[in-house]
């Protein structure tokens, strides 16, 4: 993911210095912030935009539950704001919160930890 303005959020090289995230665990939940190092900002949703805004761990539309699958490192997200819907990467390099995608589309709502 990576920084396309001040605030909106796009697919991009996982090589980069913006592309990396870390983990922040919100107390007493199981549930953490998704905290970009470059920017010090974290990932944000209101329920169907996702988008950076400043770390705050009160927010629902910060506070994310990873879902692992299997033994790899690939994973679901989904935020409190929105628990029905999964972060969603777009052919056109778009990101949002959406419902789980079936078919074709169903990787989609799939990342890679690195």
């Known amino acids: ?11 991009g090289d996982c090589g ?11 107390e007493g939940q199981f549930r953490s912030l998704l905290k970009n190092t470059y920017l010090n900002k974290c990932l944000d949703t209101n329920g ?4 950076f805004s400043d770390c ?8 994310w539950t990873a879902w692992m699958l299997g ?3 690939s994973v679901r997200l989904s935020a409190d ?12 390099g ?7 995608q079936t078919g ?3 990787g989609k709502g799939i990342w890679i930890s690195v």
């Not at 210095?17 to 870390?22: G, L, Q, R, V």
């Not at 169907?48 to 988008?51: E, S």
């Open 48 to 51: 169907i935009d996702v988008y």
């Open 94 to 100: 778009g990101i949002s919160d959406a419902p789980p």
């Open 104 to 106: 074709a589309d169903v």
């Open 81 to 92: 704001v929105a628990p029905d819907k999964r972060l969603t990467g777009w052919n056109d």
């Open 56 to 63: 705050w761990s009160p927010d629902s539309g910060q506070r």
């Open 1 to 11: 993911m990576t920084l396309a303005n001040s605030s909106t959020v796009r697919q």
């Open 16 to 26: 980069t210095a913006y592309s990396k995230f870390e983990l922040v665990p919100v």
């Open 71 to 73: 033994q790899n490192s």
